[in-house]
């Protein structure tokens, strides 16, 4: 099995601005397969330990207010190399650089409300999927149409 997993959540200004349905969709379209999935609303501790990285940085406390702002929807994707191709989906940090294509390249002009996130490496992934889901939320159930996302036919997932 050569799936991998990721964390997505989508920030608040994506609900506020009724573009949950159509981000979420893409995922469904590349072919990942949802196996978490929940609305959240963030508070400032766990905003805090999730961008720990970011701390004392200039934009920290404004992007702490950001993602507690209001609900998120959280996910897991499971697909072939997902952490680098959600990543490569939600474009550039900043929305104004971001190709078109992407979500935030699509939607996005601000350098902050960027709409999404995306884990950055899989060793972050393992990390943040830990941090957002209890092992019990996490739904593993095969699809009928794998055999059309990928060729099957062999050995592995291609
Ligand atoms: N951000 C910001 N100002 C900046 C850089 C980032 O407000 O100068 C926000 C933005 O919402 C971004 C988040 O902080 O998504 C985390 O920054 P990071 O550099 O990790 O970007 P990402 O991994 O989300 O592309
Ligand atoms: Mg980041």
Same mark, same amino acid.
């Given at each position: 099995?050569?799936?991998?997993?990721?964390?997505?959540?989508?920030?608040?200004?994506?609900?506020?601005?009724?573009?949950?349905?159509?981000?979420? /969709?893409?995922?469904?379209?590349?072919?990942?397969?949802?196996?978490?999935?929940?609305?959240?609303?963030?508070?400032?501790?766990?905003?805090?330990?999730?961008?720990?990285?970011?701390?004392?940085?200039?934009?920290?406390?404004?992007?702490?207010?950001?993602?507690?702002?209001?609900?998120?929807?959280?996910?897991?994707?499971? %697909?072939?190399?997902?952490?680098?191709?959600?990543? /490569?989906?939600? %474009?550039?940090?900043?929305?104004?650089?971001?190709? /078109?294509?992407?979500?935030?390249?699509?939607?996005?002009?601000?350098?902050?409300?960027?709409?999404?996130?995306?884990?950055?490496?899989?060793?972050?992934?393992?990390?943040?999927?830990?941090?957002?889901?209890? /092992?019990?939320?996490?739904?593993?159930?095969?699809?009928?149409?794998?055999?059309?996302?990928?060729?099957?036919?062999?050995? %592995?997932?291609?």
């Amino acid at each position: 099995m050569n799936l991998e997993r990721t964390l997505v959540f989508l920030k608040p200004d994506a609900l506020q601005r009724r573009l949950a349905g159509e981000i979420i /969709s893409r995922f469904e379209k590349r072919g990942f397969l949802i196996v978490g999935m929940k609305l959240i609303h963030i508070t400032e501790e766990f905003a805090r330990r999730h961008y720990s990285a970011h701390a004392g940085k200039d934009f920290f406390e404004p992007l702490v207010r950001y993602t507690t702002c209001g609900p998120c929807i959280a996910m897991v994707l499971e %697909g072939k190399n997902a952490v680098k191709v959600a990543r /490569s989906m939600l %474009g550039e940090t900043f929305g104004g650089e971001s190709p /078109s294509g992407t979500v935030r390249g699509d939607y996005s002009l601000s350098n902050r409300f960027n709409l999404i996130h995306g884990s950055d490496s899989t060793q972050t992934a393992e990390d943040e999927i830990k941090r957002f889901f209890r /092992s019990e939320e996490l739904v593993s159930y095969s699809r009928e149409d794998i055999q059309w996302i990928y060729d099957t036919d062999g050995a %592995g997932i291609v």
